[in-house]
């Protein structure tokens, strides 16, 4: 029972497709994120949602759309792929509880390979 | 805006040793939490072990230890009796308080190589 889960694990498309990647936790957590590692194998956060709620945007193109149905799932919708879009997209979750440490814990992560 | 250097983009040791990676960070906030995260080959991102900086006390979870040093804004990572299974690439990574939205900002990693 894999505790942040995203599928699929591996995604190879052509350039100008449309795909999407889903991710679920099962942790009761209330804040869930997209992160991008790149091919250098540099984490930077893309989006983070809070109870549905989008609280950031880290100056995505708007080709990403994330969508957050409800507080366990969040996926990742990608128009027009390009070339640099190749990555491995991490999901992750984690409570606001005050006075917490509130880490985040990831899914295992979805590869996308363009070409 | 927050950064994360880890200056050692690779380090090896041998089995049974112990090892030491290096972070540093830059920012203004007096109250943040600090994270070392593995990421095997497998790409899982596992949680190694974190600090608060308001605790004084070095975090340890088994043959992970810290020293941060909030002065100096250092926060390395000690892996003692070195085992196959540490190696991997380790990410340091800082979360403010001040912040909403409780995102993660990572290094640039360091691979670790564990010797036979």
């Known amino acids: 029972d894999t505790a942040v889960s995203q599928t699929p694990k591996y995604l190879v498309t052509q350039m100008g497709n449309d795909k999407s990647i889903k991710c679920e936790q099962n942790?009761?957590?209330?804040?869930m994120y997209w992160y991008k590692q790149d091919s250098k194998k540099f984490l930077k956060i893309m989006f983070s949602y809070n109870n549905k709620e989008l609280i950031i945007n880290e100056t995505v193109p708007n080709r990403f759309s994330p969508k957050s149905p409800d507080k366990a799932h969040l996926n990742l919708h990608i128009n027009s792929l390009e070339l640099g879009d190749s990555a491995v997209y991490f999901c992750?979750?984690?409570?606001?509880?005050?006075?917490?440490?509130?880490?985040?814990?990831f899914g295992e992560g979805s590869w996308l390979t363009v070409v | 805006a927050q950064t994360v250097t880890q200056s050692q983009p690779e380090m090896s040791v041998q089995e049974a040793e112990t090892v030491t990676l290096s972070c540093t960070y830059d920012?203004?906030?007096?109250?943040?939490?600090l994270f070392w995260y593995k990421q095997p080959p497998s790409r899982q991102m596992i949680l190694v072990i974190r600090q608060e900086a308001y605790k004084q006390q070095n975090a340890t979870e088994n043959r992970f230890s810290v020293n941060f040093q909030k002065a100096a804004k250092s926060f390395s990572l000690k892996i003692s009796d070195s085992q196959l299974g540490d190696a991997a690439m380790y990410f340091c990574a800082y979360r403010s308080l001040m912040e909403y939205g409780n995102k993660l900002v990572f290094g640039a990693g360091t691979i670790l190589r564990v010797k036979s």
């Open positions: 992750a979750s984690s409570s606001e509880v005050t006075g917490g440490v509130n880490t985040i814990y």
């Open positions: 942790l009761g957590h209330d804040t």
């Open positions: 920012t203004s906030e007096s109250d943040y939490y």
